[in-house]
Each structure stands twice: as C-alpha cells, then as structure tokens.
T-cell receptor
Framework: GAGVSQSPRYKVAKRGQDVALRCDPI?????LFWYQQALGQGPEFLTY????????KSGLPSDRFFAERPEGSVSTLKIQRTQQEDSAVYLC???????????FGEGSRLTVL | QKEVEQDPGPLSVPEGAIVSLNCTYS??????FMWYRQYSRKGPELLMY????GNKEDGRFTAQVDKSSKYISLFIRDSQPSDSATYLC??????????FGAGTRLAVHP
C-alpha cells in the first residue's frame, strides 16, 4: 500500500530482551518520526529524522533506546534490555518536506512481561 | 503541566448532536494546530490542520484556534456513529515535533 508500514504489529518480549521495530515510510517523505503511546494517553515524541540525519532525539527515555535511518528511508527503533515500563504502542509517522502534516502507521504494540 | 492539555472524557452523545472538543496549550511559540482521529488499535489520522489563529471548515468538521487565549476547538456537526473514536489535538512551533494532548474518547450512539 501507499501508507506508512510498521512491523511487527505485535511483539511480546521478556524483560531484559532486545527488540527492534521497523518503519517503512511513505515513498519520498523526507521526515520521519517515532512516537510512544501509552494506554489511554496521547502519543509522546521520541525522535525525528530528516533523511538519514537524526535531528532531534530529545524524547528518547533512556540510552536503552536507539533509532536509525541509515539510507534515509526505512527506520528501525531498537530497545535494549526491555523493561515493563517500555510496554506501549510505538508509532512511526512520515511527512513530506515543508509541511507539518504527519502520516502515521498503525503502530507496533510492545508488551514486556 | 503538560504543554497541551485535553479533557480525556469520555464523551457520549446521540447521533445528530453537535460535538465540541477542546484543548489548551501553554507554549506561545506554537503556530501549527492539528486534530487527529484515532480508531481503536489504529494509528492517528489527520483530520484538520490550521496555521495560526482562525477557523477552518471541512464538511461536518470545523477547527478553531484562538491564540490570545491559547485555546483549540474542534466542532463536529450532525455526528454519526462512525465518528466514535479518540480525538487528539496537537500543536507545534515548527515542522519537527508535534505535542499531543491525551485525547478525548467520543462515543456517538444511534
């Protein structure tokens, strides 16, 4: 399809495991964002890329969280040594250059046991 | 205090009612204001996008921004059961970071 694609849609991890979440943005979209959405809350900003450059990572909650977008297209959010408080939906969004309109994927729901 | 505050509801209305959803924000630098709709287990989808103050209308939806009072509103006319969802307001000062409210859950019953 033409939308933002995220995988896996659902991930269950044991506490302490590493996880990797993938985002495939809309073709041609320069900007890519990761957000974290806890149950019953609005999305919280994690990080922002313009092409391959990570311009803002101020929302990453700890150094266990790492994001990359090496070729300016697909992005991966990696969480090391997962904790129960990492349980949330991780949303990826992309945006064309010069607008603030974000197009979201359906999210990756992470449950840490 | 969060930069964008939104009453989480839930809000329950009969079909055909006019719905009013509201947010306040604290950052005077915010220039972009948006409303997103989120169905259960789906990603948010953009409904309305406004730059600076004023009104914007799109079909049954009207967005209002009052920068003097830092108040954002979304009105839904002739509400339908298919409008049942969580509505998220969001603001930003530029293109690189949207700040979302907590979302208001709306239920429109037949």
């Amino acid at each position: 399809g033409a939308g933002v694609s995220q995988s896996p849609r659902y991930k269950v991890a044991k506490r302490g495991q590493d996880v990797a979440l993938r985002c495939d943005p809309i073709s041609g979209h320069v900007s890519l964002f990761w957000y974290q959405q806890a149950l019953g809350q609005g999305p919280e900003f994690l990080t922002y890329f313009q092409n391959e450059a990570q311009l803002d990572k101020s929302g990453l909650p700890s150094d266990r969280f790492f994001a990359e977008r090496p070729e300016g297209s697909v992005s991966t959010l990696k969480i090391q040594r997962t904790q129960q408080e990492d349980s949330a939906v991780y949303l990826c969004a992309s945006s064309p250059r010069g607008t603030g309109e974000l197009f979201f994927g359906e999210g990756s729901r992470l449950t840490v046991l | 205090q969060k930069e964008v505050e939104q009453d989480p509801g839930p809000l329950s209305v009969p079909e055909g009612a006019i719905v009013s959803l509201n947010c306040t924000y604290s950052n005077s630098a915010f220039q972009y204001f948006m409303w997103y709709r989120q169905y259960s287990r789906k990603g948010p989808e953009l409904l309305m996008y406004t730059y600076s103050s004023g009104n914007k209308e799109d079909g049954r939806f009207t967005a209002q921004v009052d920068k003097s009072s830092k108040y954002i509103s979304l009105f839904i006319r002739d509400s339908q059961p298919s409008d049942s969802a969580t509505y998220l307001c969001a603001s930003s000062g530029g293109y690189n970071k949207l700040i979302f409210g907590a979302g208001t859950r709306l239920a429109v019953h037949p």
